[in-house]
């Protein structure tokens, strides 16, 4: 067979090899897991490797593309084709806030809401859960069933799994292939954008406004080749967007004509979101689906626990793959949920969270809209001001005594703005923060719009 030999810098060598596209990209990506072909390593012009290798530069080419689309690659081979640099496989994480500075910037929510555990846990049976057992603890299994019956879904298939971002790392691990675009609101949550690139997946931004992903965004990124579509149905961070019944339905339309594609929802905030769950797989389901629903802003963040529901064959591979991993979710966390879920105290603790955190985010919207300041966030724990410089203006804040987070890590082509997390946020304050906002506004430039 014949081979070509990759120099780099250093003089190492490495034998790129094949005869087909499909040897040839498998031979270079194989270099750049072992190591081999560095992130930055120069590939050779497509002809080149094509006449060392014997075959065509059309050969080559595909490679090439093929490299590329599953994220191996940047550039063209003409202009030059070099190895991408790989993300750092650890989120990002925002500075820790000083002492005797207010935290609104860690999107939390306030322990003050949540229910009381220590009651709960103390009256909670404990008995050995043994191999072999179902992963979903039946009780648990039903009142899920009920939950997501009563909003529309359709829970005949249903497993449990470590949170909502456990949910959709497994949903997409499951039905996507490196390289797949996948259409994600912008701005967006950062861990997901975060997860995707490190998955070698594709993020093709979708903007949004109060009610969701604009239709135009998404038919544009549909256009583009996407397998899978995320949307956060309410509480949607960093903006606080939710979806109305009639932004689902334009967003169903154009989801209709593309059946093959994946259609996910991150139901984060679930109970407390402030806003009723207007979802795309509500009623009659796209033909793939899974909607995953956590607990951890109403109940708490510790209870590492989301139901996912979905078509049989996205929620069987889920479940499948769980199996071959951790098996199951502890079931002294699920049945933590049960009593928390069964509970009727439960029900006038989740109502009253919700009531204070939509009084804080109304109070704080109505503040900035007092003073000029153009701010979105119909429902969650996030409001999110649009801003000309957001370095400077987290840092101006900052030295005022507020904690809040630039948008940078949230956003792929959407104006800079920074987020303010509500959560503990008191009535108070928010009329203090807007004053400092405002004059911190006044000094680096006023909101865009403004």
Same mark, same amino acid.
């Given at each position: 067979?014949?081979?070509?030999?990759?120099?780099?810098?250093?003089?190492?060598?490495?034998?790129?090899? &094949?005869?087909?596209?499909?040897?040839?990209?498998?031979?270079?990506?194989?270099?750049?897991?072992?190591?081999?072909?560095?992130?930055?390593?120069?590939?050779?012009?497509?002809?080149?490797?094509?006449?060392?290798? &014997?075959?065509?530069?059309?050969?080559?080419?595909?490679?090439? @593309?093929?490299?590329?689309?599953?994220?191996?690659?940047?550039?063209?081979?003409?202009?030059?084709?070099?190895?991408?640099?790989?993300?750092?496989?650890?989120?990002?994480?925002?500075?820790?806030?000083?002492?005797?500075?207010?935290?609104?910037?860690?999107?939390?929510?306030?322990?003050?809401?949540?229910?009381?555990?220590?009651?709960?846990?103390?009256?909670?049976?404990?008995?050995?859960?043994?191999?072999?057992?179902?992963?979903?603890?039946?009780?648990?299994?039903?009142?899920?069933?009920?939950?997501?019956?009563?909003?529309?879904?359709?829970?005949?298939?249903?497993?449990?799994?470590?949170?909502?971002?456990?949910?959709?790392?497994?949903?997409?691990?499951?039905?996507?292939?490196?390289?797949?675009?996948?259409?994600?609101?912008?701005?967006?949550?950062?861990?997901?954008?975060?997860?995707?690139?490190?998955?070698?997946?594709?993020?093709?931004?979708?903007?949004?406004?109060?009610?969701?992903?604009?239709?135009?965004?998404?038919?544009?990124?549909?256009?583009?080749?996407?397998?899978?579509?995320?949307?956060?149905?309410?509480?949607?961070?960093?903006?606080?967007?939710?979806?109305?019944?009639?932004?689902?339905?334009?967003?169903?339309?154009?989801?209709?004509?593309?059946?093959?594609?994946?259609?996910?929802?991150?139901?984060?905030?679930?109970?407390?979101? &402030?806003?009723?769950?207007?979802?795309?797989?509500?009623?009659?389901?796209?033909?793939?689906?899974?909607?995953? @629903?956590?607990?951890?802003?109403?109940?708490?963040?510790?209870?590492?626990?989301?139901?996912?529901?979905?078509?049989?064959?996205?929620?069987?591979?889920?479940?499948?793959?769980?199996?071959?991993?951790?098996?199951?979710?502890?079931?002294?966390?699920?049945?933590?949920?049960?009593?928390?879920?069964?509970?009727?105290?439960?029900?006038?603790?989740?109502?009253?969270?919700?009531?204070?955190?939509?009084? @804080?985010?109304?109070?704080?919207?109505?503040?900035?809209? @007092?003073?000029?300041?153009?701010?979105?966030?119909?429902?969650?724990?996030?409001?999110?001001?649009?801003?000309?410089?957001?370095?400077?203006?987290?840092?101006?804040?900052?030295?005022?005594?507020?904690?809040?987070?630039?948008?940078?890590?949230?956003?792929?082509?959407?104006?800079?703005?920074?987020?303010?997390?509500?959560?503990?946020?008191?009535?108070?304050?928010?009329?203090?923060?807007?004053?400092?906002?405002?004059?911190?506004?006044? &000094?680096?430039?006023?909101?865009?719009?403004?």
């Amino acid at each position: 067979m014949y081979h070509y030999n990759l120099y780099d810098v250093t003089g190492l060598t490495y034998r790129i090899e &094949g005869r087909t596209a499909a040897e040839i990209a498998a031979s270079v990506e194989g270099g750049i897991r072992r190591g081999a072909l560095p992130a930055g390593a120069r590939l050779p012009p497509i002809r080149q490797l094509a006449q060392g290798l &014997g075959v065509s530069p059309a050969t080559v080419t595909a490679a090439y @593309r093929t490299l590329r689309g599953r994220g191996w690659l940047t550039g063209s081979g003409r202009q030059g084709t070099a190895v991408r640099p790989r993300p750092a496989l650890i989120g990002r994480r925002p500075a820790p806030v000083p002492p005797g500075v207010r935290d609104l910037a860690s999107g939390n929510p306030d322990p003050r809401l949540l229910p009381d555990l220590a009651p709960v846990l103390r009256a909670l049976p404990v008995w050995p859960r043994l191999y072999g057992a179902p992963a979903v603890l039946p009780e648990l299994g039903e009142h899920a069933r009920r939950q997501l019956a009563a909003d529309g879904f359709d829970a005949s298939h249903l497993t449990v799994t470590s949170g909502a971002l456990d949910a959709l790392e497994r949903v997409l691990a499951a039905e996507l292939h490196p390289g797949d675009r996948v259409a994600v609101e912008d701005p967006g949550y950062t861990a997901l954008l975060d997860l995707l690139v490190a998955m070698g997946l594709r993020p093709e931004p979708m903007a949004l406004d109060d009610e969701g992903p604009l239709p135009a965004a998404l038919a544009a990124a549909l256009a583009r080749g996407c397998a899978a579509c995320v949307v956060t149905p309410r509480a949607q961070n960093p903006t606080g967007a939710a979806l109305t019944p009639a932004r689902a339905r334009a967003l169903r339309a154009l989801l209709d004509r593309y059946p093959e594609v994946l259609v996910v929802e991150d139901d984060h905030a679930g109970a407390v979101a &402030g806003a009723a769950a207007a979802g795309l797989c509500a009623g009659r389901p796209p033909q793939r689906w899974a909607v995953a @629903r956590s607990v951890a802003k109403s109940l708490g963040p510790d209870l590492r626990l989301a139901v996912l529901a979905g078509d049989a064959r996205t929620v069987g591979r889920v479940a499948d793959r769980i199996l071959l991993g951790p098996e199951w979710v502890s079931h002294l966390l699920q049945r933590a949920v049960v009593r928390l879920w069964a509970d009727p105290g439960t029900a006038s603790t989740l109502a009253h969270a919700t009531a204070t955190y939509r009084a @804080r985010r109304t109070g704080l919207l109505r503040a900035l809209t @007092r003073r000029g300041i153009p701010a979105c966030g119909r429902s969650g724990l996030n409001v999110w001001v649009p801003v000309r410089e957001e370095t400077a203006t987290v840092q101006s804040l900052l030295a005022r005594g507020w904690a809040v987070r630039a948008g940078e890590t949230f956003r792929l082509a959407s104006p800079p703005a920074v987020r303010i997390t509500i959560a503990t946020l008191r009535p108070a304050e928010a009329e203090r923060l807007t004053a400092d906002l405002a004059a911190v506004l006044a &000094g680096t430039g006023r909101t865009p719009g403004a």
